[in-house]
Nanobody
Framework: QVQLVESGGGLVQPGRSLKLSCAAS????????MGWYRQAIGKQRELVAT???????VYADSVKGRFAISRDNSKNTVYLQMNSLKPEDTAVYYC?????????WGQGTQVTVSS
């Protein structure tokens, strides 16, 4: 069972940046599609960004131009660089991994954007 461990969340002021990391266990990381979802209080979980095994990425409209997803297969890690953060980006951010029909979620990391 692949495990995903997120890190990098915290409290940040509007307009500042934060970088999330998600480390995956196992030996087949390079074959996984990876991504980030988020869930704010009282809202449904929503896609933030995904990246395929080949490096193609997809972003939610709300984060395009501000967030960037990347992966380092040598470190079994996927990253989410978040710039120009807004209060509405406040949420628990979950790492996500998919291969075939198998999906795994991380435990989540809280990101709070507030002055």
């Amino acid at each position: 069972q692949v495990q995903l461990v997120e890190s990098g969340g915290g409290l940040v002021q509007p307009g500042r940046s934060l970088k999330l990391s998600c480390a995956a266990s196992g030996n087949n990381f390079r074959f996984y599609a990876m991504g980030w979802y988020r869930q704010a209080i009282g809202k449904q979980r929503e896609l933030v960004a995904t990246i395929t095994s080949g490096g193609s990425s997809v972003y939610a409209d709300s984060v395009k131009g501000r967030f960037a997803i990347s992966r380092d297969n040598s470190k079994n890690t996927v990253y989410l660089q978040m710039n120009s953060l807004k209060p509405e980006d406040t949420a628990v951010y979950y790492c996500w991994k998919k291969i075939f029909d198998s999906i795994t979620w991380g435990q989540g990391t809280q990101v709070t954007v507030s002055s």
